[in-house]
Nanobody, 120 residues
Framework: VQLQACGGGLAQAGDSLRLSCAAS????????MGWFRQAPGKEREFVAL???????LYGDSAKGRFTVSRHNAKNTVYLQMNSLTPEDTAVYYC???????????????WGQGTQVTVSS
């Protein structure tokens, strides 16, 4: 599976952004799709996850503000981010796993990352 993430950019606190991740290659619907992020000097952090059936799971930083969704016919997963804060500044990665898991080491395919920068 090849993953291409896009939609990052500059935002102000309180703004919204929607990230997209387009997949090609193997059957997209077989995979759970996760979003992770990594801020400078910090470890990679789980953000959100959506299974092949549509079940979702969120990291603490995303609960109540972010929404993950997928469109299997378009081979695309989305991350709608609302009420952004400067603490959301990071490179955001989409990833694919055959397991419904928050553990990054179970994800075998990764996108290249898209930068999100939120100013106060």
């Amino acid at each position: 599976v090849q993953l291409q993430a896009c939609g990052g950019g500059l935002a102000q606190a309180g703004d919204s952004l929607r990230l997209s991740c387009a997949a090609s290659g193997r059957t997209f619907s077989n995979y759970a799709m996760g979003w992770f992020r990594q801020a400078p000097g910090k470890e990679r952090e789980f953000v959100a996850l959506i299974g092949w059936s549509g079940i979702t799971l969120y990291g603490d930083s995303a609960k109540g503000r972010f929404t993950v969704s997928r469109h299997n016919a378009k081979n695309t997963v989305y991350l709608q981010m609302n009420s952004l804060t400067p603490e959301d500044t990071a490179v955001y990665y989409c990833a694919a796993s055959l397991n419904f898991t928050t553990a990054s080491h179970h994800y075998v395919y990764w996108g290249q990352g898209t930068q999100v920068t939120v100013s106060s």
